[in-house]
């Protein structure tokens, strides 16, 4: 059973970077991608960005492509699988919930999800 969490947000002024990470654990650990969403108050959660486990090819929305940036870090501890979500020229608009998802082999869409992470943006 695959298990994420996620860590990494806070309170922070406009421009202001923050880097999100979301640690995969549990065996088999077998991924097609793992993603970034976010949801703000009132809205429908919106796709942020993704990476291939696989190659490593990323994945991000127009509306931040120019100031974040994926990553993902596969150690030889399969429990410590971590995916980043590395956010700059952060702006107000940015406050939202950011979940880490995954895409396991086998499903047709993201079918994992972490708990969530607050991330506030004060002008």
């Known amino acids: 059973q695959v298990r994420l969490e996620e860590s990494g947000g806070g309170l922070v002024q406009a421009g202001d970077s923050l880097r999100l990470s979301c640690v995969g654990s549990?065996?088999?650990?077998?991924?097609?991608?793992m993603g970034w969403f976010r949801q703000a108050p009132g809205k429908e959660r919106e796709f942020v960005g993704s990476?291939?486990?696989?190659?490593?090819?990323?994945?991000?929305?127009?509306s931040v492509k120019d100031r974040f940036a994926i990553s993902r870090d596969i150690p030889r501890n399969p429990d410590k699988n971590t995916v980043y979500l590395q956010m700059n020229g952060l702006k107000p608009e940015d406050t939202a919930v950011y979940y880490c998802?995954?895409?396991?082999?086998?499903?047709?869409?993201?079918?994992?999800w972490g708990q969530g992470t607050q991330v506030t943006v004060s002008s």
């Open positions: 998802a995954a895409h396991r082999i086998g499903a047709s869409e993201y079918d994992m």
């Open positions: 549990g065996r088999p650990f077998r991924v097609y991608s």
């Open positions: 990476i291939r486990w696989s190659g490593g090819t990323t994945y991000l929305s127009d």
